[in-house]
């Protein structure tokens, strides 16, 4: 049902002009009620072995994966920018991925061998990474696949032997994506047993099985592995919105640092939700298929790509998000400079 239309102006017109605060620069700014800063930006960087430099990710415009050395230099113009954090994804070579995911809590994998060296050459840049499965399984999930199931509790215990690794090797957060029942609590015992009470835990709280995450199983190379298969037995139902609030509840409780919320643009309900009910730091994830709408539109001239990508970081202020995770880390923390 449309309201009928008020046959005359109403009341509070003319002396209320809500046109006159908008009227000049100057006055804009003044009002203003959110602002992006390079403080709000954690950049996403895709690692890979091998000398290769740089690998384009062809569904991500402008994104490549970065040999170690090239991931360090790219980090350090990151750090330059003021963005505060970065989160270090790998893509490993198929010959390492197994159904029992043994690379993911080897020393010496991609992951850890990145995080030494970022963290050796800028120490007080903040490195998070990603706990799951996926970029290790042959099966492309991120928990251990037995008949056709993805069990949890023995997923359990390899995300928490990966934590473990990432975090000696000098990582300042660990973020769990893997959306398995209690890891966040499985997480924070098993760091706390290994003397990492300093680690701090990121939750990937509310998680979402969506086809937003396109452009990210390209980077990490888990689409083949992963084939028509779908996550919806363990990432959220995209139509539900209090179960986010439970999901978020359980992750604090059992001790998370931080939460958040993934996909982030069509999500910013979510956000909004999470913030105002527990108002903890609550991130939120502007994925790879967010990027790419951007990309793709701006490339087709259907857009102005930096100002649809500025609308949209701080539309996840407006949100009430502390912080953003998004590939548009660089080039925005260059616009706002
Ligand atoms: C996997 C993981 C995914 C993303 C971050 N960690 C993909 C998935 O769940 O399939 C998505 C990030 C993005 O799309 O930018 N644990």
């Known amino acids: 049902m449309t309201k009928p239309v008020p046959a005359s102006p109403s009341p509070a017109f003319p002396a209320t ?14 009002v203003r009620e959110n602002r992006l800063t390079p403080d709000d930006l954690i950049w996403p960087v895709f690692v890979e072995d091998g000398t290769a430099g740089e690998t384009p990710i062809t569904s991500m415009p402008g994104v490549s994966r970065y040999s170690i050395d090239r991931a360090v230099q790219a980090i350090g113009e990151a750090k330059a920018l003021g963005i505060p ?89 660990v973020a769990p994506s893997d959306m398995m029942d209690g890891r966040i609590g499985a997480v924070r015992r098993a760091l706390d047993a290994a003397g990492l009470q300093r680690t701090q835990v990121m939750a990937y709280a509310a998680k979402y099985a969506s086809s937003f995450y396109g452009p990210f199983r390209d980077a990490v190379d888990s689409a083949a592995a992963l084939g028509k298969a779908g996550k919806q037995t363990y990432q959220m139902d995209p139509a539900n919105g209090d179960e986010a609030l439970r999901e978020v509840a359980l992750d604090i409780a059992e001790g998370a640092d931080l939460v958040m919320v993934k996909p982030g643009l069509p999500y910013l309900d979510i956000v909004h939700r999470v913030k105002a009910a527990f108002a903890v730091p609550t991130l939120a994830y502007n994925v790879s298929g967010e990027y790419a709408m951007v990309k793709f539109a701006a490339a087709a001239g259907a857009v102005d790509g930096d100002k649809a990508m500025l609308e949209s970081l701080v539309a996840f202020k407006r949100a009430g998000a502390d912080g953003i995770l998004t590939y548009f880390a660089i080039d925005a923390a260059r616009a706002i400079d």
């Open 85 to 173: 954090a970065v989160a270090i994804f790998p893509a490993i070579e198929e010959r390492l991925k197994t159904p029992a995911c043994e690379e993911a809590w080897n020393p010496e994998n991609v992951v850890c061998r990145a995080v030494r060296a970022v963290k050796e050459a800028h120490p007080d840049i903040g490195v998070i990474c990603d706990v799951a499965l996926d970029p290790f399984n042959s099966d492309g999930h991120d928990g251990f696949v037995r008949d056709g199931v993805i069990v949890n509790d023995e997923t359990l215990e390899a995300l928490c032997k990966q934590a473990v690794v990432q975090a000696e090797a000098g990582c300042d957060m």
């Open 17 to 30: 002009r809500m046109r006159r605060n908008r009227q000049a620069d100057w006055s804009r700014r003044l």
